[in-house]
Every structure is written in C-alpha cells, then in structure tokens.
C-alpha cells in the first residue's frame, strides 16, 4: 500500500466554524507533512512531524493546529479562518524527514473559506 | 532569484512529440524529485534522482550534479500527459523540499 489518504476532499466553511482535515497512511512512514497550495503556485511547507513529535513549524499562525495521535495519522485543526486561507491543502508522508526519502503526496483537501 | 528555476513555465506540444523540462537549482543537494499534478489533483512522485539517470515507461530524468541541472523527458507523449511538471530539491539534510514554480504542459491531439 503506497497510499496517503486525506478527508474530506472538499470543506467549505465559514470564519467562525472549527473543523478538521485529517491524513492517514499505512507505510510505515514516520516522517508526516502538511502543506497549503494557491492555485497555480508551488506547495508551501506548513508543518512537519518526525516520530510524531512536530519538528517544523513554517511560521504559521495559530488558526491551523496540527496534530498527530500516532505514525499513521496526521490531522489539522481548523478554526477562525480567514477567505485568504482558502487553498488546496496537501498532506505528504515520507520514511524519515532528513534527505533521501521520498515523499508521497495525498490528494490533497480543497477548502473554502466563506 | 528562486533557488530552483524551471524552462519553460508553459508548453504546448501536439501527441507524440519527444518533451524536455529543465530544472536548474541554486544550492548543493542531496536529492531532487520530479513531481506531476494535473489539474484541481493531487500530487504524483515520479521521480527522486541523486545522480544519473531514471526511467520508468515513457518518462527519462536526468541529472547532472555538477552543473546543477536536470531534465524531464516525456517521450512519445499523449493528451493524458498534459499536467503540471515541479522539480523540487532537498538541500543538504534538510528535512524541507525547495519547490520550482512548475511548467505547464498541454499535449493536444
């Protein structure tokens, strides 16, 4: 099984809603990523797990809260969003997080922030 | 300047044609990857390159450490081709990947 799965694959929501987006993989993988993406723009790195601890923050604010219960799951929890953070958000996993892993991306979650 | 610089941004190729994608990089690396997302998709990994050379069906990638470049190949290329191409680098033993801002390709019939 070489899959990453993220659900939902599309949310819409309103700026005072709370919800989650949530990734899993069965590959034994212990690195997990999150990334957001604009249309037409590459990925953006928002966070990174290693050994489920978070070992990457890019900066990002405290609306989006990740979260990681074990190797296999990857969540991040939405709240307070603002229309600009309306993007397709991906989810990636890798054997480890330093170089020569590769990474495996999910389909991704295309959110809507109204 | 982008530390990975993609030719072209978009291209535009009738069924059959031999593609070429280059990807030049600014900084030293450990690894490169070619990745494919079609559009409103997900992200494919096609290729993670080193040195030398991959192949896998109708895609080629190359890479030449030393100049710090690499191509993309799509031989004998069909309308299902048409996609997004990103080259994407990891730095060192960086955990993170420096993305290209891609190159559009459409294959028409």
């Known amino acids: 099984d070489t899959e990453v799965t993220q659900t939902p694959k599309h949310l819409v929501m309103g700026m005072t809603n709370k919800k989650s987006l949530k990734c899993e993989q069965h590959?034994?993988?212990?690195?997990m990523y999150w990334y957001k993406q604009k249309a037409k723009k590459p990925p953006e790195l928002m966070f990174v797990?290693?050994?489920?601890?978070?070992?990457i923050n890019e900066s990002v604010p405290s609306r989006f809260s990740p979260e990681c219960p074990n190797s296999s799951l990857l969540n991040l929890h939405l709240h307070a969003l603002q229309p600009e953070d309306s993007a397709l958000y991906l989810c990636?996993?890798?054997?480890?997080?330093?170089?020569?892993?590769?990474?495996?991306f999910g389909p991704g979650t295309r959110l809507t922030v109204t | 300047k982008n530390e990975v610089e993609q030719s072209p941004q978009n291209l535009t190729a009738q069924e059959g044609e031999f593609i070429t994608i280059n990807c030049s990089y600014s900084v030293g690396i450990s690894a490169l990857h070619w990745l494919q997302q079609h559009p409103g998709g997900g992200i494919v990994s096609l290729f993670m390159l080193s040195s030398g050379k991959k192949k896998h069906g109708r895609l080629i990638a190359t890479i030449n450490i030393q100049e710090k470049h690499s191509s993309l190949h799509i031989t004998a290329s069909h309308p299902r081709d048409s996609a997004v191409y990103i080259c994407?680098?990891?730095?060192?033993?960086?955990?993170?990947?420096?993305f290209g801002t891609g190159t559009r390709l459409q294959v028409t019939l």
């Open positions: 590959m034994g993988h212990r690195a």
């Open positions: 797990y290693s050994y489920e601890k978070l070992s």
């Open positions: 994407a680098v990891k730095a060192g033993t960086a955990s993170k990947l420096t």
């Open positions: 990636a996993s890798s054997q480890g997080s330093v170089s020569g892993y590769e990474q495996y």
